[in-house]
């Protein structure tokens, strides 16, 4: 078969690194995967290195732009026409709306959405929340399949009508991460943000992998080290990624007078090789779908505080394999991240539960199997989608 799949931005994050995982699987088996993408950046470079053929939309963004979406729309009607593939796999909202469409209006007979977390989870202003639900509720009727990686996500798909029988849920899965050595990850963490490594060896390190982005709660965090550093001075919270909040997070650090606990490195290539070099993972996102950072730090037998929003309690069970408090709440956070410092038996205990829970249920072969199954159905009905 041929797949032509199409994700709106380039860079390297989860709904990105799925693409990457799905399209060099299906080519090992023997199929031909394509992948059309906005902008030139890290996924575009890894797939290529991969063998994969790629195609670039140059205005295709997240941001809503007439002109900018039309132009994308035609680029995406065109790739369709030129390339025929059997199978049409879209990802992330704007490449999913713009390319349902494309994939209608040229006869593409399979057309399969994968949600990475509803973009009306986030947090905006309520008439753009509407708007947003009726384009998700809209790209859903158009895709003959709409993949949910999460049972939150998925109980939010069954409330639209018209669309029960096309959903399936397939959660995500993730092959065990190779890691460098605790000490190899130390010393290298350790020159990123410039500090001496013996210093570096003695703090109790709290980190995080993310997009620096409104979705992943980042000034929180900040806030909540600022109370977590008063009881616990030898704390150092590393945050590995980049985004457009990169400049905020460091203006708020230099604020609260946090440059020697709280330490941002920038893009880090192969970020989750250096996770054994932590003590504690946190992630304080306000919006998820189900989040590789935590899958990555389970493989590292990290305990994690997190939030509970999106997927994210069906990965961490509350005090059993980490610690879960509520979004937006600094004061909460502060205290569940003191509570992991004080107690380092825990830590242990929710470090080697969350390892043994996740290679358990999410695995790459489970998920790769699965959406294969999809692939492989003989038949795609428009309404009532059921294998024949």
């Not at 199929?31 to 939309?57: C, F, N, Q, S």
């Not at 999913?96 to 209006?105: D, E, I, S, V």
């Amino acid at each position: 078969m041929k797949i032509l799949y199409i994700i709106t931005k380039s860079n390297w994050g989860g709904a990105q690194r799925h693409v990457y995982d799905l399209a060099t699987a299906v080519k090992s088996k023997g199929h031909t995967p394509i992948v059309a993408l906005g902008g030139d950046g890290v996924l575009m470079k890894r797939l290529e290195d991969a063998g994969v053929k790629t195609h670039t939309i140059s205005q295709l963004g997240k941001n809503i732009s007439l002109d900018k979406d039309a132009a994308s729309f035609k680029d995406i009607f065109r790739i369709i026409k030129r390339e025929k593939p059997d199978i049409l796999h879209l990802h992330s909202p704007k490449a999913a709306g713009l390319g349902a469409l494309a994939g209608r209006t040229s006869g593409v007979k399979k057309i399969l959405v994968t949600v990475h977390g509803f973009s009306f989870n986030e947090d905006r202003p309520t008439a753009q929340k509407l708007l947003i639900t009726f384009f998700s509720w809209l790209t859903m009727l158009l895709a003959h399949k709409t993949v949910l990686l999460s049972e939150k996500e998925y109980s939010q798909a069954l409330r639209f009508p018209g669309v029960k029988n096309k959903l399936s849920l397939i959660p995500l899965g993730i092959k065990q991460p190779v890691f460098i050595s605790i000490d190899g990850a130390k010393r290298e963490i350790s020159r990123l943000i410039c500090m001496d490594p013996n210093e570096f060896s003695k703090r109790i390190l709290i980190g995080t992998l993310a997009e620096l982005h409104p979705n992943k709660g980042l000034p929180y965090l900040v806030n909540a080290l600022e109370q977590t550093v008063k009881s616990h001075p030898n704390v150092a919270c590393v945050i590995v990624g980049d985004g457009q909040d990169a400049a905020a997070l460091h203006l708020m650090v230099k604020d609260k007078k946090l440059e020697n606990n709280v330490f941002l490195t920038g893009y880090l290539e192969n970020a989750s090789e250096y996770l054994k070099a932590f003590n504690i993972f946190v992630l304080p996102s306000i919006k998820e779908g189900l989040p590789y950072a935590i899958l990555e730090a389970a493989y590292a037998s990290l305990p994690v505080v997190a939030t509970t929003v999106g997927g994210i309690p069906e990965i961490v069970e509350d005090m059993k394999s980490g610690v879960l408090v509520q979004p937006k709440n600094s004061k909460e956070l502060a205290h569940a991240l003191s509570f992991m410092i004080e107690h380092p038996h825990m830590r242990r205990e929710y470090g080697a539960a969350l390892r043994e829970s996740v290679a358990q249920k999410f695995s790459l072969e489970k998920m790769i199997d699965a959406i294969s199954a999809l692939y492989n159905q003989t038949r795609w009905n428009l309404v009532n989608d059921v294998p024949h």
